[in-house]
């Protein structure tokens, strides 16, 4: 009895110590709760191993990555297409939607700690040089990061 007991804990912090990675859905939208042409959301906060899915709930969108973490991959995803990003490095990630850039469409991803964020402020005053419609969009996106 005493040997089933101590299996059964043993076993019990092997699971406890699984992290589970999430998948978070992000919806490319036409028309949001923020306004025309959104991600949503357009800010998150993940971990490492965690994956992000782009999903173009509404047509005519697609993402392309302006800056990621050293190590992490960038990317441009396929219109109208759904996108799956693993987040592999801590670090900010800037993305956008190239159709719609102009309109503010844009999105932070921080994957623990901020450590890129010189990068990430050179990237994000190139982008927000050419958002025209929504500029104050990204600066409330950029106040999110921790």
Avoid at 3 to 14: I, R, S, Y
Avoid at 38 to 65: C, L, M, N, R
Avoid at 110 to 119: F, L, S, Y
Wanted: glycine letters at 8%.
């Amino acid at each position: 009895m005493m040997v089933f007991k101590t299996l059964a804990l043993g076993v019990g912090v092997l699971l406890s110590s699984i992290v589970v990675a999430k998948d978070w859905q992000v919806k490319m939208l036409s028309y949001g709760e923020k306004g025309p042409m959104v991600f949503e959301p357009d800010y998150i906060q993940a971990d490492v191993g965690d994956t992000v899915t782009f999903v173009p709930t509404q047509p005519g969108h697609h993402t392309k990555s302006q800056l990621t973490p050293a190590g992490q991959a960038g990317w441009t995803s396929k219109f109208n297409q759904t996108y799956t990003v693993e987040l592999t490095h801590e670090g900010l990630s800037l993305y956008f939607c190239p159709p719609h850039l102009m309109m503010g469409m844009v999105g932070v991803i921080q994957v623990g700690e901020a450590g890129n964020q010189a990068q990430f402020d050179q990237a994000y005053d190139a982008i927000k040089d050419k958002v025209v419609v929504n500029p104050e969009r990204l600066d409330l996106i950029k106040s999110q990061i921790q």
